[in-house]
């Protein structure tokens, strides 16, 4: 069965534009959708399953989607589903490079103004390839000045090495200047992404607990501590997610929980909304003063390691 939910910005038709959400008050942990979380589809669909789903905002991944880079576009997409822009993710992956030109270091001022454009308060942003050096070199500093002349929080985010398939007898490749592990580094604020903790074979709770006050953003997902990125739904995977969970609410942590997942499997729109709805779900059940126990039900499509983001 085909993907039957379309949205004219997908280049599709769609259903005619909904009126605004009433505007609501925020909870303390506000839980947002990464537009990462239903790609192949397109930001549109990602605003769109957020007012229906009911997530709190959305972080913007900036990359070829021509919407996530245009600050009119977000703005009307907000005003027509009711959904918040609180997140801005710079265009630093490899299947972005191309994004808004080749120098990196213009690309993350860009989105800084991008987020001052539509209100976002956090620009979510990865090290340096290894390979751009020059950058390198200078990003700690311009991170820093950036957030100190904008006042916007630009928030680092944990990596992992590269690691190459079993039995290869290749190590692993340590991709990012000056590394991938944010605690090794001094950024004034870090994103904590708990797939990339899986990868690494990291523990997230015990992140959160390094990271200290510097810890501003989470990315929610799970992963199995395969070598390759998964972005599992939480509690799919062995990270602590719950626990971590738990802990930003007994320490009166304020920041934003962003659900990242991937989708890229679901073969319908339906199986795409069964795991958006079980990750807020899994994200609200835990976001309490008293938690409640929720498991997620078994994905209704195979879930393959894609290399995510």
């Known amino acids: 069965m085909a993907d039957q939910t379309r949205n004219a910005h ?3 038709a769609g259903p005619a534009p909904r009126r605004p959400a009433p505007e609501r008050a925020l909870p303390d942990i506000p839980v947002t959708l990464s537009t990462a979380s239903v790609y192949p589809r397109r930001a549109a669909f990602a605003f769109q399953a957020a007012a229906e789903l009911g997530y709190d905002g959305v972080e913007v991944m900036v990359w070829s989607d021509p919407a996530t880079q245009d600050a009119r576009t977000l703005q009307h997409l907000e005003a027509v589903h009711g959904v918040p822009v609180r997140s801005i993710h710079a265009p630093t992956l490899l299947v972005s490079q191309r994004v808004w030109g080749r120098p990196p270091a213009p690309k993350l001022r860009r989105s ?13 942003v990865h090290p340096p390839f290894r390979w751009q050096y020059k950058y390198a070199r200078e990003f700690q500093d311009q991170v820093r000045e950036l957030s100190e002349d904008t006042g916007v929080t630009i928030a680092v985010e944990n990596m992992y090495p590269w690691r190459p398939r079993k039995h290869s007898g290749r ?24 797939s990339h903790a899986a990868c690494a074979g990291q523990d997230g709770l015990e992140l959160v607990k390094v990271f200290g006050d510097r810890l501003r953003h989470v990315h929610l997902a799970d992963g199995s501590g395969a070598a390759r990125d998964e972005h599992l739904v939480p509690g799919r995977g062995n990270q602590p997610c719950d626990l971590v969970l738990e802990e930003l609410v007994s320490r009166g942590w304020r920041g934003d929980v962003v659900v990242e997942i991937a989708t890229r499997r679901a073969r319908t729109a339906h199986e795409r909304h069964a795991d958006l709805e ?19 039900p078994p994905p209704e499509h195979r879930h393959r390691v894609a290399d995510a983001w």
């Open 171 to 194: 190590r692993d490749y340590m991709a990012y200047l000056p590394g991938w592990d944010p605690t090794e580094h001094g950024y004034d604020h870090v994103t904590l992404d708990l």
């Open 112 to 124: 800084v103004d991008l987020a001052l454009e539509v209100g976002a308060g956090t620009v979510v």
């Open 278 to 296: 079980a990750a807020l779900t899994y994200a609200r059940s835990y976001l309490r003063p008293e938690p409640r126990e929720y498991t997620p």
């Open 10 to 12: 997908d280049g599709e």
